[in-house]
């Protein structure tokens, strides 16, 4: 898997989140039908919506991209549908080019040896920051929703 479809993957997850996310509104708020498609969607996002950060940032430390597009990449999850738009940005302007950096050179510092570490150790990455996701959606969830229930 390259940097360019590691990332397209995590932007398409997060948009087809969305859209559930969006649904399951429709039917608590338009439908009247319950809050049951706001949890399933909105946990389902919630999940994808950190994976998403965590592979942005990941993808952003191998493409050596500025911390203003990291920043707007983070943001593009914000925004209903932006992640995909995002994602077709940065591939036109070839900042999802090339493989994934496995060794240090001159301009390498801490996250670099991080992603290093990520790169030579995929499983082992993979598992992490699932946990990590995991940890903080959990902490999120026991600090509640972001409203007030209503």
Not at 17 to 23: G, H, N, V
Not at 91 to 109: H, I, K
Request: hydrophobic letters at 55%; charged letters at 15%.
């Amino acid at each position: 898997m390259t940097p360019r479809s590691l990332f397209r993957a995590a932007a398409v997850a997060e948009l087809v989140t969305w859209t559930m996310l969006i649904a399951g509104m429709v039917l608590k708020y338009g439908l009247d039908a319950g809050d049951w498609g706001v949890r399933i969607g909105g946990g389902v996002h919630g999940f994808v919506f950190l994976a998403y950060l965590v592979v942005t940032t990941v993808v952003a430390v191998n493409q050596r991209w500025t911390p203003g597009a990291l920043v707007l990449g983070w943001a593009s999850a914000v925004v209903p549908y932006a992640t995909v738009t995002f994602e077709v940005a940065v591939a036109r302007r070839g900042m999802l080019e090339g493989p994934w950096r496995r060794s240090p050179d001159a301009r390498s510092g801490f996250w670099d040896r991080l992603l290093f570490f990520v790169v030579r150790r995929p499983a082992v990455a993979v598992v992490i920051g699932v946990v990590a996701v995991a940890l903080v959606f959990v902490v999120l969830l026991a600090a509640g929703p972001p409203v007030p229930r209503s």
